[in-house]
């Protein structure tokens, strides 16, 4: 079966920091980009940063960029999000999700989501 | 990467028809065939449920549609049911292994 499971959530504190995890199992993980979607407390989907499969290739959104940084362990089947400078706006679920093909064209395999929560 | 505009909320009766417009620009949505949609329920992860903005994965009733027309892309639900009562967004491919999300319209089922 197809599958990616986050962890690594949990409550901090403004300007700490947290590493997410996500480990893929059921397809060949070096062979599709994969992407961290994170959404706060009643709001919508936002894309945090992407990775292409061989990680060598990283992208951010603007709210991110500096912060956050998104690496993949192809022997170890698993993707990570390390959260620097966490701010309250930080706080969301946060997915890992599968491209459907090599890249783009959609993500076809979400996890169940991690929460992180930034608060003193 | 401003998010891709969609309206708040749309609803229909069982059995109608409801479209959801998805507005960006010459660098998401017009510059790229690659418009997904997702639908999400409540406490639930995302469900893809069209890519590449009209094909389906497996298993995704063909009620669902998706168009695209410049800068702006559609789906539509026909024979709206009780349970395509969800939240749903779409998404365009932006480059460099980037996405950007669409505001999210919540669909009611009178």
């Known amino acids: 079966e197809v599958q990616l499971l986050e962890s690594g959530g949990g409550l901090v504190q403004p300007g700490g920091s947290l590493r997410l995890s996500c480990a893929a199992s059921g397809f060949t993980f070096r062979s599709y980009a994969v992407s961290w979607v994170r959404q706060a407390p009643g709001k919508g989907l936002e894309w945090v940063s992407g990775?292409?499969?061989?990680?060598?290739?990283?992208h951010y959104a603007d709210s991110v960029k500096g912060r956050f940084t998104i690496s993949r362990d192809n022997s170890k089947n698993t993707l990570y999000l390390q959260m620097n400078s966490l701010r309250a706006e930080d706080t969301a679920v946060y997915y890992c999700?599968?491209?459907?093909?090599?890249?783009?064209?959609?993500?076809?395999?979400w996890g169940q989501g991690t929460t992180v929560t930034v608060s003193s | 990467q401003s998010a891709l505009t969609q309206p708040r909320s749309v609803s229909g009766s069982p059995g109608q028809s409801v479209t959801i417009s998805c507005t960006g620009t010459?660098?998401?949505?017009?510059?790229?065939?690659?418009v997904s949609w997702y639908q999400q329920h409540p406490g639930k992860a995302p469900k893809l449920m069209i890519y590449?903005?009209?094909k389906r994965p497996s298993g995704v009733p063909d009620r669902f549609s998706g168009s695209k027309s410049g800068n702006t892309a559609s789906l539509t639900i026909s024979g709206l049911q009780a349970e395509d009562e969800a939240d749903y967004y779409c998404?365009?491919?932006?480059?460099?292994?980037?996405?950007?999300f669409g505001t999210g319209t919540k669909v009611t089922v009178l």
């Open positions: 590449d903005v009209n």
């Open positions: 998404c365009s491919y932006a480059g460099s292994y980037s996405y950007v």
């Open positions: 999700a599968k491209d459907r093909v090599a890249v783009a064209g959609g993500m076809d395999v």
């Open positions: 010459s660098s998401d949505v017009g510059g790229y065939n690659y």
């Open positions: 990775i292409s499969g061989s990680g060598g290739t990283t």
